[in-house]
């Protein structure tokens, strides 16, 4: 049986747990809380870089979130969350790319910068431009490339859930909001969906992440 290591906090983990959930697919759960059990020699050995999310199957281990997806996607194929064709399979891998490249850094910024400060209106405005690029590409298609539900919907709807989360009104973007508001309605997004309990869980996690990679960059110049 497949075996997920997971926690809900973590977007890598809600792409692969959705991609599970989508696939109808039966796998047991093991869940690492975060505050250690990430560091236990026991987990080292699954991962030695101690993140999540990882799986396994029948041997096989696997980390790192899109490695995952594909996988499940190859050996699982149905039902498929990829398209076929060249252009529309290179559209989806853009979407997964752009949303992790240029959208979650910004949504850190909005999570740890003052709203007034010049970091936090530069983070808003570049969330605009990826937004803006997503609408384009979504056009009236009810999905990314595609008539159903693909892996670039799963990495894009993780992440603009953050957004919307933290007051982003995609209004502006229309024909995002009622895709968004789509795979709002699907199972899988309401069983994996953060509560606003988890949210602030995140929010917390994010700004300690954030405050530690901060100070390990201060003691780096200290020590040049």
Not at 40 to 57: M, Y
Not at 178 to 186: D, H, I, N, P, S
Not at 189 to 194: A, F, Y
Request: hydrophobic share 40%; proline share 7%.
């Amino acid at each position: 049986m497949l075996k997920f290591y997971y926690n809900p906090l973590s977007p890598n983990v809600r792409r692969v747990w959705l991609t599970l959930l989508e696939k109808n697919l039966t796998f047991e759960t093991v869940l690492l809380k975060l505050d250690g059990d990430q560091f236990q020699p026991d987990f080292l050995e699954i991962n030695p870089f101690h993140h999540i999310p990882v799986l396994e199957d029948d041997g096989l281990r696997l980390v790192e979130s899109l490695a995952i997806m594909d996988y499940l996607e190859a050996k699982y194929p149905t039902p498929p969350l990829l398209p076929s064709s060249p252009d529309t399979l290179a559209k989806v891998r853009m979407v997964q790319m752009l949303t992790i490249n240029e959208l979650f850094r910004p949504v850190v910024q909005l999570l740890c910068e003052k709203e007034d400060s010049p970091q936090f209106t530069k983070a808003k405005q570049k969330i605009d431009t990826v937004l803006k690029f997503l609408s384009d590409l979504l056009g009236n298609s009810p999905y990314f490339a595609s008539d159903h539900l693909t892996l670039g919907d799963i990495v894009a709807g993780t992440e603009i859930s953050l957004l919307v989360k933290l007051g982003i009104n995609l209004s502006d973007y229309p024909n995002l909001d009622q895709w968004f508001k789509g795979l709002m309605q699907r199972e899988s997004w309401q069983k994996t969906e953060l509560s606003p309990e988890d949210f602030k869980q995140f929010k917390r996690r994010i700004k300690v992440l954030v405050w530690l990679g901060n100070r390990e960059i201060k003691r780096g110049k200290k020590t040049q």
